[in-house]
């Protein structure tokens, strides 16, 4: 059996007093989308640094295709992408100069067919040679999802990707994503706040209360297993605490 | 190896990009070090003729100021590589790329070579038609401070560096002016024989200390100073890994904390 894209066992993090994430365990099978999903402060964020080795956990290990991210980052990290809102890039640099950049961050052969290939899928090219500072906030995020996509990731772990863009930007991105996982059988990792989005893509859900993982399987099981109308109904009454096992 | 070169040479590839799309940037290169050096000559100029200590040694104060300007430069070319990545919150992006930490240092030290260079280097070029007076004239020796003081500025480059990182832009401001404490101990514009006796140890301890001697070893008694350089590179392999020492231990502390996250306005 393949190892899996993401394995967290008891991933917690406290800030001094303050207990951000208690403990976070679940896997994300290779080839797979799967949905992060919690309210404000549930530790989504903080779940996902811990997993990149960005933030050194206080507790618990996280695995990413098979690598041990304290001790071993390093071997897997060119085969890894992420894209938060809580990043930017060089304001002054144009999107091709940022792009030309990361490119060679991340050993990308060919960097130029790359981009523009890039640059022709999320329809960047009326903007590649604008600086960076000058785009809207959806422009931004197409960029920072090119950026994400450079070195063809085969785990590719975003936070809140769609937050910023209009409908009908949101949804051409979320057929692109979900294309390129088939594509390419790279696995996703997909915190949002969009249920919709998440019952369309994801193929698992992983929903987070207070720093602790409460329920995790495929969307159409959460709604089936809490007796919901939809994911965002479910989502709501776990948020809340009043979720209850249907039948 | 080849990949750390690429990634090391992405860097310095972000920072060429940086300043070839602003012009007043690059002049800022330049422009300080021009300042200080017209300053200087001006005094050289009129103090030539007030002073036999000067008269004998002409040009002492400009190479002395070209020289200081070295080592500010050189420090804050590490630090303004560094803080770019902070005020672009770039450093999230950029630490979850396979970039290490130590290339990462390589990079901003390389970013600072040629910054250096550029800046001091217009300065020096100036200082030919406009006081007669060329840096060159110390000879190859002129390498050897040079770089000694190149690595020292590095050295507080990365100290400041990693205290922008523990502390985030609130400790701006000491990055941009922490050089200047030690510029009364360096003995740029006198010898260190005018410090207090208890004082000179001190300064001693200090490459900047033994490379302005050194200068003027060359330029009042036409010795090559062999024993301050020697004093200043033996003490700069300990600065310059106490600055990478502590830049690392730092970005440990930032990973514990979350500080890769937070960094930015």
New interface residues.
Partial sequence: MAEAAIRASGLG?R?GETLAVRSVSFEVARGSICGLLGGNGAGK??TI?ML?????PTTGKAVLLGADMQRDR?RV??R???S?P?????????VR?NL???A????VRARRVRIAALADELALEAFIDR?YRSLSAGQKTRVALA?ALLNEPELLLLDEPTASMDPDTADRLRRYLAAYAHRSGASILLASHNMQEVERICDDAVILRQGEVVAQAAPAELIRRYGGRDLEQVFLDIARGQERLAG | MNDSLLRIGALMLRYYYLIRGSWPRLLEQAYWPTVQMIIWGFITKFMAGQSGWVAQAAGVFIAAVLLWDTVFRSQLGVFLAFIEEVYARNLGQLFVSPLRPWEMIAGMIGISFFRTLFGVGVAALLAVPLFGYSILGLGLPLVALFGNLLVFGWAMGLLVAAMLLRYGLGAESIGWASIFALAPLSGIYYPIATLPDWLQPVAFALPTAHVFEGMRQIMFEQQLPVGHLLAAAALNVGYLALGAGVFLWVFRIARERGLLLQQGE
């Fill in positions: 993090k800030f964020t903080t640094a990149l080795g960005l933030l050194i390093y990290l060119p890894l992408n992420f938060s809580y990043v930017d890039l060089p304001q002054r640099l144009t100069e030309t950049v990361y060679q961050l991340y050993g600086p950026k």
